[in-house]
């Protein structure tokens, strides 16, 4: 059991590039995060989704677009990076009911330069 | 958006002795979770409590459900080198399922 999958685990972006980040889950969870974590400030939570075809904004949103066309999986895009967003981004995803026990994928380490 | 304010930000301890380490907020949590963190890899979950008041244990980590609603502590006993990460609180406000984290106190056990 893979529990969350975080690809890529690494990359080094140039000013105004773009990429999409990727999260699988096999837990059949319904809900899935997108976290920045930067030193000090521990995760800050960027979109979020509480289920197949639907986002919402978190704490840092601007910059960031996401999508959840598929229930196992969550996208994180990048339209055009910036210093600002070097961080480590971590996914993670919790059940409907019960627990709001979340569980989290091992993060993407992203340079912007 | 909400505050979680974690204490201390880091600790150097003996290896052998105990670990305290809290969060406070001023808006009331309807559950606090408590994560660990190793170099390079996601947070995993320790304890995670839902009443006012819970006291649970899970092997030498013992974490409390304030009375308030408003904080929480982690102790951990007799610490070991594998101890060593960046330890997080977590909480959950209202009917939201998203987690409110603290920023983390970086524990290093000598020997």
């Known amino acids: 059991n893979a529990g969350v999958t975080q690809t890529p685990k690494f990359r080094v972006l140039k000013t105004g590039q773009s990429m999409t980040l990727l999260c699988a889950q096999d837990?059949?969870?319904?809900?899935m995060y997108w976290y920045r974590q930067d030193p000090g400030m521990g995760l800050r939570l960027i979109h979020y989704?509480?289920?197949?075809?639907?986002?919402a904004k978190g704490e840092v949103p601007d910059g960031y677009n996401v999508s959840r066309l598929k229930k196992q999986n969550f996208l994180l895009g990048l339209e055009s990076a910036a210093p600002s967003q070097t961080s480590v981004y971590f996914c993670?995803?919790?059940?409907?009911?019960?627990?709001?026990?979340?569980?989290f994928g091992q993060g993407t380490r992203l340079t912007v330069v | 958006g909400q505050q979680l304010n974690q204490s201390p930000q880091s600790m150097f301890i003996q290896e052998g002795e105990d670990v305290s380490m809290n969060c406070t907020s001023s808006?009331?949590?309807?559950?606090w979770l408590w994560y660990k963190q190793d170099p390079g890899e996601g947070p995993v979950l320790l304890i995670a409590?839902?009443?006012?008041?819970e006291l649970t244990s899970n092997g030498r980590l013992t974490a409390q459900f304030g009375i308030t609603r408003k904080d929480s502590f982690l102790n951990i006993s007799a610490s070991i080198p594998s101890d060593v990460g960046i330890y997080f609180c977590?909480?959950?406000?209202?009917?939201?399922?998203?987690?409110?984290f603290g920023s983390g106190t970086q524990l290093t056990v000598l020997p």
């Open positions: 993670a995803s919790s059940p409907w009911t019960g627990n709001t026990e979340a569980f």
């Open positions: 837990m059949n969870h319904e809900y």
């Open positions: 989704s509480v289920g197949e075809g639907t986002t």
């Open positions: 808006s009331i949590f309807n559950t």
């Open positions: 409590l839902y009443k006012a008041g």
């Open positions: 977590a909480g959950q406000i209202g009917s939201a399922r998203q987690l409110t």
